[in-house]
């Protein structure tokens, strides 16, 4: 009889407003899967734009699940990622609005 995993481990990321995988991901065949993840600024903190891996080499703490990179930025309203083919590396482009009046 199969027995379903629904979960293994949860991810937090607190405030997170958008997420992005690739549509393949092929990695280097050892299982780990990258995303990258948006959280818009809040009153005195800045955007941040962040790249993971899935399972993480990092221990999760409370202050959420460790980032292999990330980016905070105040001018930073949204954020657009372009994958490799392989889906082993992501270029992160963020952008804020400017007004011309």
């Known amino acids: 009889q199969k027995t379903?995993?629904?979960f293994v481990e949860k991810i937090r990321i607190p405030g997170i407003s958008s997420m992005s995988f690739p549509s393949q991901s092929?990695?280097?065949g050892s299982g780990?899967?990258?995303f990258t993840s948006f959280i818009p600024k809040d009153k005195n903190k800045p955007s941040r734009a962040?790249?993971?891996e899935y399972p993480s080499s990092k221990p999760a703490s409370n202050a959420g699940y460790p980032a292999?990179?990330?980016k905070s930025l105040f001018q930073a309203e949204e954020m657009k990622?372009?994958?490799s083919p392989k889906g082993d590396a992501a270029l992160i482009a963020l952008?804020?609005?400017v007004d011309t009046s």
């Open 4 to 6: 379903e995993t629904r």
């Open 26 to 28: 092929k990695g280097s």
């Open 68 to 70: 292999l990179v990330s």
């Open 95 to 97: 952008q804020s609005t």
């Open 32 to 34: 780990k899967i990258l």
């Open 81 to 83: 990622v372009h994958w």
């Open 50 to 52: 962040a790249l993971y």
